[in-house]
């Protein structure tokens, strides 16, 4: 069991309505998961709710993409609404941890005015078995939902027959952050996640994450995965092209695929790809939900 972060789980790209965003994953080579509904709790001891908020999500044998949007207007949204007023995109940074009190405790002697364990809960499709969660949510970051997730139930949540994609995306290997302030932000994600931060080549700072076996999904490995956090100069040398909507800004997430980027260049070279280095393909966040998706070796 380890007081610290260990690993990315998943990332959370937000709109408004859920059909459009998914329509685009799917053409982008992804199988996804049923609409499911959220529910959960607001505060550690408060009753378990209903929430207005629903999900599909891309599983990876290493962490997951989740697509959230406003399935109930009405009901509590889990704060998507407020998160789509900044910008339709990636809102969401969830790393993985395997103990949840001990990392509370961490936090609290940090100084990161906490309140407890969160739980949330959903069922994994229509009528299905009810899949659940702990978090440890860093209270208020202007840069998004910046949590630590443990699950109780991954095998409910990575099934198989959601895992076959046609791109041959297989893990979540790094996220990118860009800040007007990179070093109070990435401050906060190292008191979060308790890591030590490290300079960053082409400028700012970066979180590198051990690994834990099958703490990002069950059949995950023990892998390094990262978050980049970088000034706006930064950006155009990094993901080319890419416009900042608003700071913080949430700008990519890199996906490893298991065929060296073959499927990617047959099912989508059609579209505008941009090239980077190493063979890598960045898919504009025009066709990724507001979020640039980078697909590597």
């Not at 706006?232 to 997430?253: K, N, Q, S, W």
Request: glycine share 10%; aromatic share 6%.
């Amino acid at each position: 069991m380890a007081e610290t972060a260990l690993a990315l789980d998943h990332v959370g790209i937000c709109a408004r309505e859920l059909l459009p965003m998914t329509d685009a994953y799917e053409a982008l080579g992804f199988s996804l998961s049923p609409i499911a509904l959220q529910s959960g709790r607001r505060t550690p001891d408060g009753p378990v709710e209903q929430y207005g908020s629903g999900n599909r999500c891309a599983f990876l044998k290493h962490g997951y993409i989740e697509l959230l949007a406003i399935l109930q207007p009405g009901l509590f949204d889990n704060n998507v609404s407020d998160f789509t007023k900044r910008y339709t995109g990636m809102h969401i940074l969830a790393m993985g941890m395997d103990d949840a009190e001990g990392n509370l405790a961490r936090m609290r002697r940090a100084g990161i005015p906490i309140p407890g364990v969160a739980h949330l809960q959903r069922p994994v499709e229509a009528g299905g078995p009810i899949a659940k969660f702990t978090r440890l949510p860093y209270p208020d970051a202007p840069e998004g939902r910046l949590q630590l997730i443990q699950h109780l139930t991954p095998e409910l949540v990575w099934q198989e027959r959601w895992m076959d994609h046609a791109n041959q995306a297989e893990a979540l290997t790094e996220v990118l952050l860009v800040s007007a302030e990179p070093a109070v932000s990435a401050a906060r994600l190292s008191k979060l996640t308790g890591l030590v931060l490290e300079p960053r080549m082409a400028g700012g700072f970066v979180l590198r994450f051990p690994g834990g076996a099958r703490v990002a999904g069950p059949q995950a490995p023990v892998m390094e995965t990262r978050i980049s956090i970088l000034a706006a100069e930064d950006l155009p040398a990094t993901l080319p092209g890419v416009a900042i909507p608003d700071l913080p800004f949430m700008a990519a997430m890199f996906v490893k695929t298991s065929d060296g980027n073959a499927a990617v260049r047959r099912l989508l070279g059609h579209l505008p790809l941009v090239a980077l280095a190493d063979g890598a393909l960045m898919v504009p966040p025009d066709l990724g939900g507001g979020a640039a998706l980078v697909f590597h070796a």
